[in-house]
């Protein structure tokens, strides 16, 4: 059992930064892959970047290569997302959410696969 809260959204410029923080709660927190995922109105929900528990692999969605980094400090019980060169369509509901299978390669880029979800925290990107 996880319970997640996201935190750091805001309104920032393009070309910006923001560092977006997933904080767990459980004794269990290390124990699992961690994914972040966003959605915008009339969208569907899309895959961003994970990391697995011992934070030696991550994956990223092609439209943030380069850009977003995802990273975990299991002491902290926390996972960071740190999002560079921002763009208008990287506005969103940011979610994180705990990946219940122990295939990380094959299963991290399908939300069917996480089992506990934040409630997010919104991310504008002006132009």
């Known amino acids: 059992q996880v319970q997640l809260v996201e935190s750091g959204g805001g309104l920032v410029q393009a070309g910006g930064s923001l560092r977006l923080s997933c904080a767990a709660s459980?004794?269990?927190?290390?124990?699992?892959?961690i994914g972040w995922f966003r959605q915008d109105p009339g969208k569907e929900r899309e895959f961003v970047a994970a990391?697995?528990?011992?934070?030696?692999?991550?994956g990223y969605a092609d439209s943030v290569k380069g850009r977003f980094t995802i990273s975990r400090d299991n002491a902290k019980n926390t996972v960071y997302l740190q999002m560079n060169s921002l763009k208008p369509e990287d506005t969103a509901v940011y979610y994180c959410?705990?990946?219940?299978?122990?295939?990380?390669?094959?299963?991290?880029?399908?939300?069917?696969?996480?089992?506990?979800w934040g409630q997010g925290t919104q991310v504008t990107v002006s132009s």
């Open positions: 990391i697995n528990w011992t934070g030696g692999r991550t």
């Open positions: 459980g004794r269990t927190f290390s124990s699992y892959a």
């Open positions: 959410t705990s990946l219940l299978s122990g295939n990380f390669i094959a299963t991290m880029r399908s939300h069917q696969e996480y089992g506990y």
